[in-house]
């Protein structure tokens, strides 16, 4: 692991999307690197408009988010509260100021461009190791086979140029490059990663079991992109999540406790209720960054499928909000992705296939929930630890050969 201290700049969402899961699944990035020692920069400029919870619409005037994001890093992140920089997609800037933060990422050692969060990076590149973090795999790589086949439209041809321009690439796909894993391998040397976890965050929030409301939940998106389909290689087309709440769309009724999901997007409601879903407010839970934290710790465990393409491509993909269950003491039963691998199952982490699994793994963890519980807390220290994770992650991109076509 690195010792000298670092200069580097992390892209997110925080402020275009301000949802307490989307908060701690990007700044536990730049916080975590903070606590290594390192100086940091959260930088946000995707591009888009910004997400009005209010108004329940898209706005182009981000000052109402930025406000909310400076408040909010106060609160949750004060390692942060001057460390940041947020451009609306009107132009209009807040934290830090456009000319300083432009200075700051050409002598940058190290520009972290997580899941695509910053619409054009180029603008910002000049760091000596730019890096690539893909958290949705299937996702980002789908369009590879057709790039290099020449099919591929303009659009889809531009997002790979994007990603070519990075020195080094990182995938929550752990199994990426095994015989059984479908997520395809072109043009880029992919490295296993995960989500870093800073423990703290979370430890001081865990409830003892016995004080947990005795439901299962979970937090998702019914499908990635409203009326659009999902990625296709080889022929194979790949979906979200819906796919797979259909599949276990009748598996509460096999729980012996109630099972809640907080769902957003078009989801066929009267479905999941006939099925024992109860159906929860996806904004009301995830309002800020603290009532997230305060839904997932109040919960016996969660439950929760994943989307078809990490499932059907075998991608070893480990969601970010099961590793913040996790950190809370919280369980994980969760549809299995092939992580098996990477994380350890069977205590804590309980993975399954189908609905007998599910409901076998259900009934363990409400017989023996302190087990269970300890297992989660383990493992979420032994694999998730943000010192481990991006100490890891940092001496990788430091030691790889950069890509010949970045800069």
């Not at 949802?19 to 020692?37: E, I, K, M, N």
């Not at 509260?81 to 050409?106: I, S």
């Not at 080094?168 to 894993?181: H, K, L, M, Q, S």
Request: with cysteine; glycine share 8%.
């Amino acid at each position: 692991m690195t010792t000298q201290r670092l200069r580097i700049v992390v892209t997110g969402l925080a402020a275009t999307y301000p949802y307490g899961g989307v908060f701690w699944d990007y700044l536990q990035y730049p916080l975590g690197f903070a606590r290594l020692g390192h100086d940091v920069l959260y930088l946000e400029d995707p591009g888009t408009w910004c997400y009005d919870p209010v108004g329940v619409t898209f706005v182009p005037d981000g000052a109402r988010n930025a406000r909310l994001l400076a408040r909010r890093l106060a609160a949750y992140v004060p390692e942060l509260a001057e460390r940041w920089f947020f451009r609306d997609p009107a132009g209009a800037t807040y934290g830090r100021g456009a000319d300083q933060v432009a200075r700051w990422c050409r002598d940058a050692d190290v520009f972290v461009h997580l899941s695509a969060s910053c619409r054009t990076p180029e603008r910002y590149f000049g760091a000596a190791r730019t890096v690539f973090v893909d958290s949705d795999p299937m996702y980002t790589q789908a369009s590879v086979p057709g790039y290099q086949a020449g099919t591929l439209d303009a659009a889809g041809r531009s997002r790979v140029d994007m990603l070519r321009r990075h020195d080094v690439f990182f995938t929550f796909a752990e199994n990426v490059g095994r015989p059984d894993c479908r997520v395809p391998t072109g043009l880029f040397e992919w490295i296993p990663t995960r989500q870093p976890i800073v423990l703290d965050r979370f430890a001081a929030f865990r409830v003892p079991p016995q004080r947990r409301r005795h439901v299962l939940t979970t937090v998702g998106s019914w499908e990635p992109t409203t009326g659009k389909a999902g990625p296709v290689v080889e022929g194979i087309t790949y979906g979200g999540k819906s796919s797979q709440f259909r599949r276990f769309a009748d598996l509460p009724r096999r729980s012996p406790v109630p099972v809640y999901a907080a769902l957003s997007g078009h989801f066929p409601a009267r479905l999941l209720r006939r099925g024992g879903w109860r159906l929860e407010d996806p904004d009301a839970v995830s309002v800020s960054p603290g009532t997230y934290r305060r839904w997932l710790a109040s919960s016996l465990a969660e439950l929760s499928v994943a989307k078809h393409a990490y499932v059907a491509s075998r991608s070893g993909w480990f969601s970010c909000r099961s590793a913040c269950y996790l950190a809370l003491g919280v369980p994980a039963i969760v549809q299995d992705t092939g992580f098996g691998g990477s994380i350890p199952t069977g205590a804590g982490v309980l993975a399954f296939s189908t609905a007998d699994q599910a409901a076998a793994a259900i009934q363990q963890v409400v017989t023996e929930p302190a087990r269970h519980t300890a297992a989660a807390v383990e493992i979420a220290h032994e694999h998730f630890d943000a010192a481990k994770v991006l100490g890891r992650l940092l001496e990788r991109a430091l030691a790889a050969q950069p890509s010949s076509l970045a800069g």
